[in-house]
Protein backbone atom coordinates (compact mmCIF):
# COMPACT_ATOMS: atom_id res chain seq x y z
CA UNK A 1 0.00 0.00 0.00
CA UNK A 2 1.26 3.35 -1.37
CA UNK A 3 0.96 6.16 1.32
CA UNK A 4 1.27 9.67 -0.41
CA UNK A 5 0.64 13.19 0.64
CA UNK A 6 -0.94 15.75 -1.91
CA UNK A 7 0.22 19.17 -1.80
CA UNK A 8 -2.63 21.96 -3.39
CA UNK A 9 -3.23 25.73 -3.76
CA UNK A 10 -6.57 25.86 -5.43
CA UNK A 11 -9.50 24.10 -7.33
CA UNK A 12 -8.26 20.36 -6.39
CA UNK A 13 -9.08 18.65 -9.14
CA UNK A 14 -6.08 16.69 -9.45
CA UNK A 15 -6.30 15.33 -5.86
CA UNK A 16 -9.61 14.86 -7.01
CA UNK A 17 -8.89 12.32 -9.94
CA UNK A 18 -6.33 10.30 -7.71
CA UNK A 19 -8.69 10.25 -5.13
CA UNK A 20 -11.32 9.11 -7.42
CA UNK A 21 -9.02 6.53 -9.10
CA UNK A 22 -7.71 4.77 -5.78
CA UNK A 23 -11.69 3.96 -5.37
CA UNK A 24 -12.78 3.38 -8.84
CA UNK A 25 -9.73 1.24 -10.02
CA UNK A 26 -8.80 -0.30 -6.16
CA UNK A 27 -5.38 1.18 -6.24
CA UNK A 28 -3.36 -0.49 -3.57
CA UNK A 29 -2.56 3.09 -2.27
CA UNK A 30 -4.05 5.84 0.08
CA UNK A 31 -3.47 10.17 0.13
CA UNK A 32 -2.93 9.91 4.01
CA UNK A 33 -3.14 13.85 4.41
CA UNK A 34 -3.64 16.67 1.53
CA UNK A 35 -1.92 19.82 2.63
CA UNK A 36 -2.47 23.26 0.90
CA UNK A 37 -0.69 26.69 1.95
CA UNK A 38 -3.71 28.69 1.69
CA UNK A 39 -7.45 28.13 2.05
CA UNK A 40 -8.74 26.94 -1.23
CA UNK A 41 -12.04 24.88 -2.59
CA UNK A 42 -9.42 21.79 -2.82
CA UNK A 43 -9.28 21.22 0.48
CA UNK A 44 -12.79 21.43 1.06
CA UNK A 45 -13.07 18.76 -1.71
CA UNK A 46 -10.59 16.81 0.28
CA UNK A 47 -12.85 17.13 4.01
CA UNK A 48 -15.89 16.23 2.15
CA UNK A 49 -14.47 13.42 1.63
CA UNK A 50 -12.86 12.52 4.73
CA UNK A 51 -8.98 12.89 3.65
CA UNK A 52 -6.94 13.78 6.51
CA UNK A 53 -6.49 17.92 5.71
CA UNK A 54 -3.85 20.33 6.96
CA UNK A 55 -3.65 24.09 5.70
CA UNK A 56 -0.34 25.15 6.11
CA UNK A 57 -0.10 29.31 5.57
CA UNK A 58 3.27 30.59 4.59
CA UNK A 59 1.58 33.83 6.73
CA UNK A 60 2.07 32.29 9.77
CA UNK A 61 5.78 31.32 9.48
CA UNK A 62 8.07 34.08 9.59
CA UNK A 63 10.52 32.34 7.26
CA UNK A 64 10.34 30.13 4.21
CA UNK A 65 12.26 27.54 5.91
CA UNK A 66 9.72 27.21 9.38
CA UNK A 67 6.86 27.05 6.50
CA UNK A 68 8.39 24.28 4.84
CA UNK A 69 9.41 22.99 7.96
CA UNK A 70 6.03 22.53 9.08
CA UNK A 71 5.09 20.99 5.74
CA UNK A 72 7.62 18.39 5.60
CA UNK A 73 6.94 17.48 9.67
CA UNK A 74 3.25 17.03 8.66
CA UNK A 75 3.78 15.16 5.99
CA UNK A 76 6.51 12.62 8.24
CA UNK A 77 3.78 12.41 10.99
CA UNK A 78 1.69 11.18 8.27
CA UNK A 79 4.30 8.40 7.45
CA UNK A 80 4.17 9.49 2.94
CA UNK A 81 6.42 7.37 0.91
CA UNK A 82 5.53 9.73 -1.82
CA UNK A 83 4.43 13.83 -2.25
CA UNK A 84 2.39 14.46 -5.10
CA UNK A 85 2.53 18.06 -5.95
CA UNK A 86 -0.80 18.98 -7.38
CA UNK A 87 -1.24 22.64 -8.56
CA UNK A 88 0.48 23.16 -5.66
CA UNK A 89 1.75 26.85 -6.76
CA UNK A 90 4.38 27.76 -4.77
CA UNK A 91 8.26 27.08 -4.90
CA UNK A 92 9.65 24.58 -2.78
CA UNK A 93 13.34 25.45 -1.76
CA UNK A 94 16.17 22.97 -2.78
CA UNK A 95 16.82 22.17 0.78
CA UNK A 96 12.88 20.22 1.23
CA UNK A 97 13.11 19.07 -2.22
CA UNK A 98 16.72 17.20 -1.44
CA UNK A 99 14.79 16.18 2.06
CA UNK A 100 12.66 14.14 0.11
CA UNK A 101 15.14 13.17 -3.08
CA UNK A 102 13.33 11.04 -5.28
CA UNK A 103 9.62 10.96 -3.46
CA UNK A 104 8.19 14.25 -4.80
CA UNK A 105 6.28 14.67 -8.25
CA UNK A 106 4.32 16.86 -9.70
CA UNK A 107 2.37 17.87 -12.64
CA UNK A 108 2.43 20.64 -15.02
CA UNK A 109 0.40 21.58 -17.78
CA UNK A 110 2.65 21.80 -20.56
CA UNK A 111 5.42 19.52 -22.55
CA UNK A 112 8.33 20.31 -20.57
CA UNK A 113 10.95 21.18 -21.33
CA UNK A 114 8.56 23.73 -23.20
CA UNK A 115 6.23 26.25 -21.39
CA UNK A 116 7.87 26.34 -18.00
CA UNK A 117 6.38 28.37 -15.05
CA UNK A 118 2.68 30.24 -15.35
CA UNK A 119 0.07 30.66 -18.22
CA UNK A 120 1.43 27.63 -20.19
CA UNK A 121 -2.09 27.31 -22.44
CA UNK A 122 -1.98 30.96 -23.42
CA UNK A 123 1.91 30.50 -24.03
CA UNK A 124 1.40 27.81 -26.24
CA UNK A 125 -1.25 29.17 -28.55
CA UNK A 126 0.76 32.85 -28.73
CA UNK A 127 3.83 30.12 -30.23
CA UNK A 128 1.83 28.86 -32.60
CA UNK A 129 2.79 25.28 -31.32
CA UNK A 130 1.61 22.42 -33.11
CA UNK A 131 1.20 20.35 -29.91
CA UNK A 132 0.72 20.84 -26.26
CA UNK A 133 -0.12 18.23 -23.34
CA UNK A 134 0.94 17.58 -19.59
CA UNK A 135 4.12 16.20 -18.26
CA UNK A 136 4.66 14.21 -14.91
CA UNK A 137 8.16 14.94 -13.20
CA UNK A 138 10.09 14.17 -10.38
CA UNK A 139 10.94 17.46 -8.45
CA UNK A 140 14.31 18.48 -8.45
CA UNK A 141 15.80 21.24 -7.01
CA UNK A 142 15.15 23.53 -10.10
CA UNK A 143 11.31 24.69 -11.24
CA UNK A 144 9.87 22.56 -13.62
CA UNK A 145 12.78 20.21 -14.32
CA UNK A 146 13.72 17.06 -13.00
CA UNK A 147 13.23 13.17 -14.61
CA UNK A 148 10.63 13.03 -17.13
CA UNK A 149 8.01 10.37 -15.81
CA UNK A 150 4.89 10.35 -17.94
CA UNK A 151 3.72 12.93 -20.73
CA UNK A 152 0.86 12.97 -22.84
CA UNK A 153 0.02 15.20 -25.93
CA UNK A 154 -2.35 16.61 -28.00
CA UNK A 155 -2.98 18.89 -31.03
CA UNK A 156 -3.65 22.53 -31.10
CA UNK A 157 -6.81 23.58 -33.05
CA UNK A 158 -6.68 26.68 -34.91
CA UNK A 159 -9.93 27.92 -32.69
CA UNK A 160 -8.35 27.18 -29.38
CA UNK A 161 -8.70 29.64 -26.28
CA UNK A 162 -6.36 29.31 -23.15
CA UNK A 163 -9.64 28.15 -21.69
CA UNK A 164 -10.39 25.53 -24.23
CA UNK A 165 -6.88 24.33 -24.10
CA UNK A 166 -6.32 24.21 -20.47
CA UNK A 167 -9.98 22.15 -20.40
CA UNK A 168 -8.35 19.73 -22.69
CA UNK A 169 -5.30 19.73 -21.55
CA UNK A 170 -6.89 19.05 -17.73
CA UNK A 171 -8.66 16.45 -19.14
CA UNK A 172 -5.36 14.23 -19.94
CA UNK A 173 -4.17 15.53 -16.52
CA UNK A 174 -6.66 13.61 -15.02
CA UNK A 175 -5.94 9.99 -16.81
CA UNK A 176 -2.09 10.99 -16.64
CA UNK A 177 -1.74 11.33 -12.88
CA UNK A 178 -4.19 8.52 -11.83
CA UNK A 179 -1.97 6.49 -14.47
CA UNK A 180 1.43 7.05 -12.59
CA UNK A 181 0.11 6.69 -9.56
CA UNK A 182 -1.28 3.22 -10.91
CA UNK A 183 2.60 2.56 -12.35
CA UNK A 184 4.10 2.94 -8.77
CA UNK A 185 1.13 0.95 -7.34
CA UNK A 186 1.85 -2.17 -9.63
CA UNK A 187 5.36 -1.95 -8.99
CA UNK A 188 6.14 -0.97 -12.76
CA UNK A 189 7.40 2.63 -12.13
CA UNK A 190 10.97 2.79 -9.86
CA UNK A 191 11.31 6.66 -8.52
CA UNK A 192 14.88 7.32 -7.17
CA UNK A 193 16.67 9.95 -6.41
CA UNK A 194 18.25 9.18 -9.97
CA UNK A 195 15.70 9.30 -11.61
CA UNK A 196 12.06 7.48 -12.75
CA UNK A 197 12.38 3.90 -14.16
CA UNK A 198 9.17 2.36 -15.95
CA UNK A 199 10.16 -1.36 -16.25
CA UNK A 200 7.50 -3.02 -18.31
CA UNK A 201 5.53 0.23 -19.99
CA UNK A 202 4.00 -0.85 -22.80
CA UNK A 203 2.16 -3.49 -20.36
CA UNK A 204 1.27 -1.03 -17.44
CA UNK A 205 -1.02 0.46 -20.53
CA UNK A 206 -2.28 -2.22 -21.49
CA UNK A 207 -2.82 -3.39 -17.82
CA UNK A 208 -4.82 -0.15 -17.23
CA UNK A 209 -8.25 0.11 -16.36
CA UNK A 210 -10.44 0.95 -19.58
CA UNK A 211 -10.56 5.07 -19.38
CA UNK A 212 -7.09 4.92 -18.44
CA UNK A 213 -5.94 2.97 -21.46
CA UNK A 214 -8.25 4.31 -24.00
CA UNK A 215 -7.78 7.90 -23.24
CA UNK A 216 -3.72 7.62 -22.95
CA UNK A 217 -3.53 5.04 -25.53
CA UNK A 218 -3.32 7.83 -28.95
CA UNK A 219 -1.30 11.03 -26.91
CA UNK A 220 1.01 9.29 -24.30
CA UNK A 221 4.41 9.76 -25.72
CA UNK A 222 6.50 9.07 -22.65
CA UNK A 223 7.13 6.35 -21.49
CA UNK A 224 7.77 6.16 -25.05
CA UNK A 225 7.88 2.45 -25.47
CA UNK A 226 3.99 2.81 -24.06
CA UNK A 227 2.56 3.77 -26.62
CA UNK A 228 3.74 2.12 -29.84
CA UNK A 229 2.40 -1.43 -28.16
C1 LIG B 1 -3.34 22.02 -13.01
O1 LIG B 1 -3.59 22.34 -14.35
C2 LIG B 1 -1.87 21.71 -12.80
O2 LIG B 1 -1.29 21.05 -13.89
C3 LIG B 1 -1.31 23.09 -12.65
O3 LIG B 1 -2.25 23.76 -11.85
C4 LIG B 1 -3.55 23.20 -12.10
C5 LIG B 1 -4.14 22.82 -10.78
O4 LIG B 1 -5.47 22.43 -10.97
N1 LIG B 1 -0.03 23.07 -12.03
C6 LIG B 1 0.93 23.93 -12.34
O5 LIG B 1 0.79 24.82 -13.13
C7 LIG B 1 2.21 23.70 -11.60
N2 LIG B 1 3.29 24.40 -12.23
P1 LIG B 1 -6.22 21.60 -9.83
O6 LIG B 1 -6.06 22.40 -8.54
O7 LIG B 1 -7.63 21.56 -10.30
O8 LIG B 1 -5.57 20.25 -9.74
Redesign the pocket.
Known amino acids: MIRFAVL ?10 LADAIEDYSIAAKITVVISNKC ?3 INLAKDRGLPTRVIQRKNFDTQAAHEAAIAAAIHSHRCEYVF ?5 AILSGDFVNQFAGQII ?5 LLPAF ?3 N ?1 HQRAIDEKAATHG ?1 SVHMVTAT ?2 EGPMIAQASLPLMASDTANSL ?1 AR ?2 QL ?1 HQIYPFVLFGLAKKNLSLSPEGARWHTPSSILADAPAPMRDSLARCLIWPASASKE
Open positions: ISGRGSNMTSCAGLAGYMNIHPSKGLTVLDAVLE
